[in-house]
Nanobody
Framework: VQLQASGGGLVQAGGSLRLSCTYS????????MAWYRQAPGNKRELVAA???????NYSDSVKGRFTISRDSAKNTVYLQMNSLKPEDTAVYYC????????????????WGQGTQVTVSS
């Protein structure tokens, strides 16, 4: 499995960005996907996750501002980020794992490369 993330950039506080992660493989439709982020000096943390059945899970810090979605026709998972704050600045990573509960409990089996998101104040 290869995961290719894109869509990061520099945005002012209050702005929006949409991240994309394309999954290269044949099991996307039955795979749970997630976005993580890591700021300098911090641990990598779960931002949002989506199951193959479209169940979602969000960190408290992004609820109501970020939306995770998936398009099985394009083998792509998205992270729509609105009302961005300087504290959202981080490298964002996408990840994949077959089973939803395992993804939430243990984390991804597969990781994409990161994409930098920088929010200026």
């Amino acid at each position: 499995v290869q995961l290719q993330a894109s869509g990061g950039g520099l945005v002012q506080a209050g702005g929006s960005l949409r991240l994309s992660c394309t999954y290269s493989g044949k099991w996307f439709s039955i795979t749970s996907m997630a976005w993580y982020r890591q700021a300098p000096g911090n641990k990598r943390e779960l931002v949002a996750a989506i199951s193959s059945g479209d169940s979602t899970n969000y960190s408290d810090s992004v609820k109501g501002r970020f939306t995770i979605s998936r398009d099985s026709a394009k083998n792509t998972v998205y992270l729509q980020m609105n009302s961005l704050k300087p504290e959202d600045t981080a490298v964002y990573y996408c990840g994949a794992r077959r089973h939803w509960n395992a993804l939430l409990r243990v984390g991804p089996d597969d990781w994409g490369q990161g994409t930098q998101v920088t929010v200026s104040s």
